[in-house]
C-alpha cells in the first residue's frame, strides 16, 4: 500500500521549508513565501496528490471548522430551505461543516440554541429566517463571529450584518417589466402590513411609476396579505362589475399565492390571463410558479444567493479573525432575478 504524503514530501520536492507549506496550504501565503515559492508548493501538492489533515488543521488552529445555524423555521418550512442550501454549499466548498437548530417559531427557544451550539464549540453563528423580519438577536451571537440571513438586527444601534434580498429593486423590476408591456393601469396586491418586504415592494412599485413619469393610483395598492383566498377576494374587488375600461389591465402580487388567487378571480369572471389581465408573481415559490396554468411571471427571491453570501462573509471573517462587518457596511443586499413566464403579456387592445 502506497504512503500517504506529508506535508514534509512536499517541501522537499518543491525546495522549501515545511513551515512555507504550512503557510500557503492554509492560505497565509501571501506576504509570508514568494509567488515562486507557492507555485511550486502548490504544484508539488498536486503531484503528491496531499492535502492537510482537517482534523489536525482544526486542532492548530483552535477551530472546529463547525458552523451553527439558527433558523425560526426554514428547516421545517417548504418555503426557504435554500437559504441554508446556500449556506452548506460554500461551507463544505471551505472545509466546514454546518449544525442547523431550527426554533419552530418558538422565539423563547432563540438563547438556548444559541447557547447549545456554542457548548459544541462552533466557530461561527448564523440565523436565518423565513421571510424578511427584524430579529432581536440573541446575545451569545455577540461571543463568536455572526451573520445574519433574511432577517435584520432590532436592535436600536445594530450590531450584526445582514445579508437580505433588494425588495425596492425587485419592486420596481416587476413594475417595470409590466410597463414595458404597454400597462398603465397596474394594481398591487401588496402583501401585509407587518412585514418589513412589503413597502419595500411598494416603494420600487411606485418608483418604477416616477421612472416612467405616470401617477401612481391610491385605490390601486391594496395590502391584502399573503394567502390565496385573500388574492382571491382583493382582486374580486378589483375586477367583478367593473367595466372593461376601468379595471386594471395588470395586477402585480406581493408573493405567488395572491396571484394564485388572482387567477383562480379571473377565471371565476371568465377573463382570459394573459390576454385580458397579466398577473405578476413575487417569490418564484417551488412548485406553484412554474406549475400554474398559466405558469406565473415573477420575481425570483435569492435565497440560496442569500445563502452563499452570508456564509462566505462569516467563513472569510472566522479565518481572518476580523469582525463580518470589518467592510464598514452591516448590509449586504442580493438582487432578486425576473423570470417570464406566461401570465403577462402586452396590454389588451
Given at each position: 500500500?502506497q ?47 496531499y ?18 445555524i ?40 432563540d ?21 424578511l ?22 436592535a436600536?444601534?445594530?450590531?450584526l ?24 393601469d ?46 382571491f377576494?382583493?382582486a ?5 362589475g ?13 408573493n ?21 389581465l ?27 444567493e ?26 449586504t ?12 403579456g402586452?396590454?389588451?387592445?
Open positions: 500500500m504512503r500517504k504524503a506529508t506535508a514534509l514530501d512536499v517541501a522537499k520536492r518543491a525546495g522549501v521549508s515545511r513551515s512555507a507549506v504550512s503557510l500557503v496550504l492554509n492560505g497565509r501565503g501571501d506576504g509570508n513565501v514568494a509567488k515562486e515559492s507557492q507555485d511550486r508548493i502548490r504544484q508539488a501538492a498536486a503531484e503528491l496528490n492535502s492537510p489533515n482537517p482534523i489536525a488543521l482544526s486542532l492548530r488552529n483552535q477551530r472546529t471548522r463547525v458552523i451553527g439558527v433558523s425560526d423555521e426554514v428547516v421545517t418550512s417548504p418555503f426557504d430551505g435554500n437559504i441554508i442550501g446556500g449556506a452548506d454549499d460554500v461551507a463544505r466548498s471551505r472545509g466546514f461543516v454546518t449544525v442547523v437548530m431550527d426554533t419552530e417559531l418558538d422565539s423563547s427557544r438563547a438556548s440554541a444559541v447557547e447549545t451550539l456554542l457548548d459544541r464549540q462552533v466557530d461561527g453563528l448564523m440565523y436565518v429566517t423565513v421571510g423580519k427584524p430579529l432581536d438577536v440573541p446575545q451569545g451571537m455577540l461571543r463568536v463571529p455572526s451573520v445574519l440571513a433574511n432577517c435584520i438586527d432590532n436600536p444601534v445594530p450590531r450584518h445582514h445579508v437580505i434580498p433588494d425588495e425596492v429593486s425587485g419592486g420596481r423590476e416587476a413594475t417595470e417589466h409590466l410597463l414595458g408591456l404597454g400597462h398603465r397596474i394594481a398591487f396586491l401588496a402583501g401585509a402590513q407587518t412585514s418589513p418586504a412589503a413597502p419595500l415592494r411598494v416603494q420600487g412599485y411606485r418608483g418604477a411609476f416616477d421612472g416612467a413619469g405616470l401617477p401612481v393610483r391610491a385605490d390601486r395598492v391594496f395590502l391584502a396579505g399573503w394567502d390565496i383566498d385573500t388574492g377576494n382583493g374580486m374587488k378589483l375586477l367583478d367593473v367595466s372593461p375600461s376601468e379595471r386594471p389591465t395588470a395586477i402585480m402580487c406581493a405567488d399565492r395572491l396571484a394564485v388567487g388572482v387567477v383562480l378571480a379571473a377565471a371565476r369572471l371568465g377573463l382570459s390571463v394573459p390576454r385580458d397579466s398577473i405578476m408573481g413575487y417569490d418564484d415559490e417551488f412548485r406553484i410558479a412554474n406549475t400554474m396554468v398559466p405558469a406565473l411571471t415573477t420575481m425570483a427571491l435569492p435565497l440560496r442569500m445563502g452563499a453570501a452570508a456564509m462566505t462573509r462569516l467563513l472569510d471573517a472566522v479565518e481572518s479573525g476580523d469582525p463580518v462587518d470589518s467592510a464598514g457596511t452591516l448590509e443586499m442580493v438582487p432578486c432575478r425576473l423570470v417570464v413566464r406566461e401570465s403577462t402586452p396590454v389588451p387592445a
